[in-house]
């Protein structure tokens, strides 16, 4: 990470099969599943494989409109999924993420539950501070990831 650059690290346990959770999180195609920021998204490059990009518009209220992603990686058997953001209308410069799952020993949790870490690494906008830039990302992400966990926990009770 660079002097003008800021990133993080959040993990979220969630009480569902890992199966069920990267079913949900590797839709490249479809993040609006749970990400409660995404009003819509559409692939503009590539059917949700490595190196497609999507267009996602951001819900109002928010500062920014649209936002350019590219699917650096997925890893269906290491449950490992990169991405960065490569345009939009928003203050996120260089931002690259990963998402991690992992599996908890069912004889430890008494049923399948699911660690979520994802990390990421953003540009220090001008006229902010790495804490604003952070916080700012922190707040997103965790929304993001306590999303996930009441989809994922609420679909694993059906």
């Known amino acids: 990470m660079s002097s003008n650059q800021c990133g993080s690290s959040l993990v979220q346990t969630i009480d569902a099969p890992l199966s069920l959770v990267w079913s949900i999180i ?11 920021f995404v009003k819509s998204c559409s692939l ?7 190196g497609s990009v999507r267009e ?13 992603e590219r699917l650096d990686q997925l890893d269906d058997e290491l449950h490992v999924m ?22 908890i020993d069912e004889e430890v949790s008494g049923g399948g539950k ?12 001008d006229g902010s501070s790495k804490e604003d830039t952070c916080s700012f990302a ?15 926990e609420k679909m694993a009770k059906l």
């Open 44 to 50: 503009s490059f590539g059917d949700g494989d490595i």
């Open 114 to 125: 699911t660690v979520v870490v994802e990390s990421y690494v953003v540009d220090v906008p």
């Open 26 to 36: 590797r839709r490249f195609d479809h993040p609006q599943a749970y990400k409660q």
């Open 82 to 103: 990169m991405v960065s953001i490569i345009g939009g209308d928003h203050r996120l410069v260089n931002y690259r993420s990963t998402v991690t799952l992992h599996e």
């Open 56 to 68: 996602v518009m951001v819900v109002s209220g928010l500062p920014a409109a649209t936002s350019t």
């Open 138 to 152: 922190d707040m997103i992400i965790g929304c993001n990831l306590r999303s996930l966990a009441r989809v994922t």
